[in-house]
């Protein structure tokens, strides 16, 4: 039987599990699929709704070209992606997964990048929004704002180096052919240029794009609601059958032959399904362990996401060509990435050096519809962080290029 055969009669078995497992506990799954719903309006909605519609906007409007043509000295020497990718990374950066998925689709389809570039980019720009890792993360749930730092610095510092390690991704594919205004390095002129010819290329109206991007944005939305719901059932059933038990027993062996503390085994099986729960069991792990172990852990949840939104990353992707298996692999070693990375720092930054003392202290971080205004603020810095650095990158080609153009006349 082909692999693909024997995937349909897994999903066939695992929904028919499912299925009754909702029969036997109806109770326990109306009341997961509720608080399923919940989280889906109160804090994916007013999260992603926006900067999908807004995405979308400027890349009709050709604002995306013209990033990305700023951009370029910086994406295509570290990464091996087009300077579109990193408005991708901006915008991933400050408003999380799966923001990345969407965006590096449409960039996708407009044919901006190859698949190869696509699946580089997906890999390290799906990250936890800066607003969940430090006000519901550190602050709501660990209730120490100082762990803020230490995790942000190991969640996006690790989401870096796998974008290093992920350039050899497909060593020998044929990047996407760069526009010739690219060759110039960091112009202006060029960006506008190219942002011009962009929005004479689609000839839609104002109207006609605001409502063709909404529905899109709706339709992702639904998708990703129905699989925070799916998922928020499926934890609430197993536990409540009591197959969860077996698998933290499970766990919880493995843990010991790695010398880490077995309490540490609910938050990695619930994270492995669905990463608020996983973050937020692994606060509430016993005073026992370690702190350093605790926010190791929760580095490890936020940087593989969980399941839930490996499922909504994978619909998203169905259609474009890019392949799932680089996602994963990638998932993993940011996962293993951070966490390692949490331990090296917390002699360094951890709360008891008090360096990040006020790093999560900030009034304006705010989950939900009152985080708007400081996600928006966010994706604006770590666009104009982008941009000087490519800034500079591209002054330091131009002089180093200078002298070995002197050289051979």
Sequence with gaps: MSLKKWSVLLLLIGLTLLFGLMLTFPDYSWKAAVRGLAIWWDVLFPSLFPFFVISEMMLGFGIVHFIGMLLDPLMKPLFRIPGSGGFVAAMSFASGYPVSAKLTSKLREQQLLTREEGERLVAFTTTSDPIFLIGAVSVGFFHNPQLAGTLAAAHYGSSLLVGLLMRFHAPRAIPSPAPAAARSGFSLRSALKAMHEARLADDRTFGEQLRQSVISALQLMTVVGGLVVVFSVLLEVLSASGLMTQLYELIRQVLSILHLPPALAEPFVGGGFEVTLGAK??????ASVPLAFKASAAAFILSWAGLSVHAQIASILSGTGLRYLPFLLARMIHAVLAALMVLFLWPLTGPDTEVFLSFGDSPGLHSGWSGL?????????????????????????????KPKALKWK
């Design 373 to 401: 205004p400081s996600a928006g603020l966010l994706t604006l810095e770590a666009l104009s962080l982008l941009l000087i650095l490519s800034f500079f990158i591209s002054i330091i080609q131009h002089l180093w290029n």
């Design 281 to 286: 069991s692994s606060a509430e792990v016993p």
